[in-house]
């Protein structure tokens, strides 16, 4: 499938739009980068696999391809190895499409001739300028080659004039060096801010590496990673993101010796080649400085900018001069640093290796999980506490893991977002939790939880008219959960969502209200259904005033407002007997039951109404 958009075209390409490939077996993931691309004026391509991929490539230019690593059919390294196999990284750009966690993969792309890659959730901002500089560099490289074509013409035109001509020739021959000498240059800069670019500053660690015998001097490879970029670009454009880089660039070379190596390695990625005898220390120090210093503001064209950085440092030591694995060692920590709160520097440990490989076979057996539904809901009911009638039930989606038994959502529905799973599984939450509502009475309903980045996909609404139609199941009885990390961003956008899954019938609560960003301007704007109540406060109300407080409070306003509300983890008698003199409406924990299997839960509706009957 081809899109264009014909209003608007990519600075440099007035003439033609440059023509895209977008590789990825995840049709949202398609459409997402499709859609902002043909906004920017690009030509897109769509390939739902590696060799339609081929197939395109075969009958078809393109001036990019946006290839995805992990693909069923055929991964995207074996699709690169046939690209390459007919084209030149000069000649067609290759940017991989990877999760955080496929560093090797990534490793591998770039020794298959990758010219760079970008990371899944995929940033955008980050997306396009890789895109813009590889486009650029290509249409140097055209130049310079026509550029030398013309120059060898005309070096033979010289020679066959007379000797008069001889100075003429000599100045042409200058030129020519002169040329050659900036090309080479291009080829091992980044020409944003003139550091070493990727291949630049692989060939200055291999031979750091191969000099560490000889100095006496060992290396190690410091990963910067900027935390808060983004919302500069975002704010600002990418304009003044471009100079911020700059500005990095320059305070790092001002703060490192100037026989260290610098690189920018992409994006908002730099790296620094250190070469010290006490190692780790000094280089953790360098590390801890320089994280330390780019946590102070930047000024930039008059405008004050804060971001801030984490930093991996991995030692050749660790590695045996493995450059490849130094590299990873040195990414492994920056990401250890990230996920420890940012703004510090991690060394690596050998055990980063054995958690990222855990994580690896983590996501393959959940693809696989995905892929066969290999997944079990539980319900835990939902109680009006006034009456004690049952009203509804949670669906708790758990997944039997074959080797580490039945694992909690905490662990695996993070990385279902991370590698993009996360809409085809909550696709199959829905579909199994409405057949299965449909089985119970008409009075009682049943409670699906969404995750941020359902909310946001533009499939959420046709996911739910399937799921209600498949199943028979009348709209009012399915109830959407949702938090309120996930109304985070555009406010307006976010209102006409939740609008429409009301439009349908369905109903809309707010999930553990009070413990993320607040939510009220989403109170004034949106009829919520339901505000559930988090256990850690309800669990707190007979030892601590303040959740007492905050308890009543959350009560009070629902109350005030007309919205219902639910009392999560309710474990005793005096923590009901509280929410219930507060006014609560419903409640929900071990008091009443814990999760059921989904027999479980029929058995447990039906000893719950002959119990009511008696």
Known sequence: MIRTNETEAPAGQA???PRILVVDDVADNRDILTRRLVRRGFEVVEAAGGHEALRQIETAGFDVVLL???????????VLRHIRERFASTELPVIMVTAKSQSEDVVESLNLGANDYVTKPVDFAVAIARINSQLETK????????????????TEELNRTLSDRELALRTETSRRQVSEEKLHFLAYHDSLTELLNRQGFRDALHHAIDEMPVHDLEPALLFIDLDGFKTVNDLFGHAMGDRLLCAVGERIRALVPPHFHIARLGGDEFAVITRFSAQPEASMEMAEMLVRELGKPFVVEGTQLNIGASCGVARA???SSDLDGLIKGADLA????KSNGRGGAVLFEARMLQEQEEKRQLESDLRLAVQHSRFEL????????????ITGFEALIRWPHPTRGLMSPEIFIPLAEETGLINQLGAW????ACNEAKTWPEHIKVAVNLSPLQFESPSLLPTLINALAASGLEAKRLELEITESALLGNEGKN???LQAIRELGVRVSMDDFGTGYSSLAYLKNFQFDKIKIDRRFVQGLESNVSDAAIVEAIINLSRNIGVGTTAEGIETESQLKAVIGQGCMEGQGYLFSRPLTARDARDFITRFLAARQA
């Open 495 to 497: 209102v006409q969502t």
């Open 334 to 337: 920056m990401y250890h640093a």
């Open 68 to 78: 995805d690593i992990m693909m069923p059919d055929l991964s995207g390294n074996e």
């Open 317 to 319: 030591s660790h590695f």
């Open 378 to 389: 539980f319900y835990q009911p939902l109680i009006d506490i006034g009456s004690r009638r």
């Open 15 to 17: 003439d033609r739009a």
């Open 139 to 154: 249409k140097a490289n055209e130049n310079t080659l026509h550029s030398k074509r013309s120059l060898e013409a005309r």
């Open 429 to 432: 939450v829905l579909r199994e």
